[in-house]
């Protein structure tokens, strides 16, 4: 079976190539006389248009990449949901790229992007990265967008959530939950969401006048073996926390599972808030406080702000900016 081009077209209908591409994008330059005897001879031979090669002549791809260091993490995984609505909306392609945690393997992954596998980038990054000339240099070729992890470079718009008011409020609850010795579990010195949850935690403890000594912030960082000996450590000295912030999801089992191994009770000997998006908060045993992000509408926000510059490239990004306000959801790990 013959496949049926622009070329064929033109042959049948004794037209210029160019006149038969400009006929099918409904061009004002053809005629209607001409566009209908376009329209009807493709319709008859079930003409497909080649979206690739359509891209290629307009240096567009119609494709976005999205860099995530996770996707254990069910805020990534509604984020994704949010970012593929809008970019199926707008008739884009998603690649989607883990960087598992790891600067290298971020930087490694922008650089190969740059040579047109992508029309820009959304983003949140690893908590390694503590440098961003990578992402600078990647930001003056192609456009790109930072959603809940962000860096400080380049100027471009930002989606994230009221993190350091929301590392308030989880101590405030503890506290008000009778919690005098608290600990927040970090996962990165760079990361700027870390950096605003534990300004929140240290500010509500020092509005809050509890001695800063006993209460601090964790670094928990690593996997596996690594998390659960440092909260056993943590959760077994005589001076033990009663209460645990965990900055990000992955913590929670571990938390829970250091305590069932100590025999200490949540939320009796110790009361858990997690940041977290799992549905599996309300049926654990006790069930999870939490602070919900709006990870759907984050990876909304993000997509639209990036596809707005690929159709505008005089828009400042920067300007699309959101912060888009978290919840805190009490259950029974604080004491419900």
Known sequence: METVTIKLLAERLKLSTATISKALGDSHEISEVTKKRVFDLAKELNYVPNAYASSLRKNKSKTIAVLIPEVADS???????????????????TLIYLTHEKLEREKAILSELLYGRVDGALMSVSSETDSFEHIEDFGKKLPVVFFDRV???????????????????????????GCKRIVMLSISKSLSIISERSSGFQKAVADHQLDPATCEVVNCIGEGKTVHTT?????????????IIATVERLTTDIYLV?????????????????????????????????????????????????????NPYLNLEE??????????????TGG
């Not at 100027?155 to 506290?175: P, S, V």
């Not at 699309?320 to 790990?333: F, K, M």
């Open 75 to 93: 805020f990534f995984s509604i984020a994704l949901n949010g970012i593929e609505e809008v970019a199926i909306e707008k008739g884009y392609h």
């Open 151 to 177: 860096a400080s470079a380049p100027a471009t718009a930002k989606i994230t959530t009221n993190d350091f008011e929301c590392g308030y409020l989880a101590t405030k609850h503890l506290i008000e939950a």
């Open 231 to 243: 909260l056993t450590t943590i959760l077994q000295g005589n001076n033990r926390p009663d209460g």
């Open 259 to 311: 305590c069932q191994q100590l025999g200490l009770q949540i939320p009796g000997d110790v009361k858990v808030v997690c940041f977290s998006n799992q549905a599996s908060a309300v049926i654990l045993n006790p069930s999870l406080t939490t602070i919900t992000q709006p990870a759907f509408e984050m990876g909304r926000a993000a997509a639209k702000a990036l596809l707005k510059r690929l159709k």
């Open 320 to 333: 699309e900016s959101e912060v888009i306000p978290s919840v805190l959801t009490v259950r029974n790990s």
